[in-house]
């Protein structure tokens, strides 16, 4: 640490975000740069679970020992710096502009996101599976990585164990770009396609480099969205399970659907005046739509499809009664004050 020159940014308000490009709902975050402003690591990164899962000293540690060999690697001239974008500063996203900087509030990490986030949904270039569900889990491609050692596996699970990964590797790449820690790890797998079927993975396996390629599963980029508070994240305020291959036959539906039983309606729903669902009610249609080939989640085919704050209309069975119900979501403003 003693070789690095320490500065913590407590505001993003002149920061190039273009150049500080990161998952902005961190609690943590560092980049090992230097005075060209290359940066060679980024630590940090979390989970829906916890913002500390992936953060120990022992990982930092490894981390700065790896920023100081990257470093010596530029002086010598064997370091490839990425390529710079055009700035973009936070006074360029113009809602950002009008309701943080000009009353000269804090400009937040997490409020850069979100306002950028609104930005794309009313300019109708958001991508809401691209860009909504950022930062997949990497448990959902099977790998558990042992966290004091940096990148290296401690166990596999499911499409990570049948693309041959194994206990001991240590990842290196993901695609063509060179990874050290999980901050860099998350980043790159953040800009992975969520249409894609396969990831080229690099690892060192016991002093040797070989590449595998992992066969992404289904719904791999899907993450639970609560700690984000998005404002284009659509609150429905119920929770609900698929019906099994049996259930939809015997009720003539489609199998590839996502009809589903509802298990839990939130109090918030009668206090928002969302809807009047009740337990053991079965969704079997969103506005007339039974099927979503991205997604067989009927919540996650609400919040991929349909605008926060919009009202769609659900056909349920209640009984042995066919029902059409109003659903009206709820759109949040998580510390948007004055909005």
Known sequence: ????????????????????????????YFFMMNADEHIYIRYGGRDAASATTYLDFDSLELALAQGLELHT????????????QEPLYPKDILTLKKSVIDNNRCVECHLVDDYLITEMETAGTLDKLQDMYASPDLHTLGIYLDIPRGLQI??????????????????????????????????????????STELPIGINRDGSAMTVVMALPDQWWFTDLTHRYWSVDPLVFFNAERLSTEEKQTLDLPVDGFASRVIEVDINALL?????????????????????????DLVTHIKLMHTAGNTKTLTILRGDEIQEMPLTSKRQRYRKRGN
């Open 1 to 28: 640490m003693e070789q690095y020159v320490l500065l913590r940014i407590m505001s993003l308000t002149g920061v190039d975000l273009n150049l500080f490009q990161f998952d902005r709902h961190n609690a943590l």
């Open 73 to 84: 690697r530029y002086q010598a001239g064997n370091f490839e710096p990425q390529e710079r």
């Open 154 to 195: 401690d166990r596999t699970e499911r499409a990570a164990t049948a693309a041959g990964l194994q206990r001991g590797d240590i990842i290196t790449h993901l695609g063509n770009h060179a990874v050290y820690t999980f901050g860099d790890l998350q980043f790159r797998l953040d800009r992975v396609h969520r249409r």
């Open 272 to 296: 928002e005046g969302a809807h009047d669902l009740e337990e053991g009610d079965i969704i079997v249609a969103v506005d007339g739509v039974e099927q979503n080939i991205i997604t067989q």
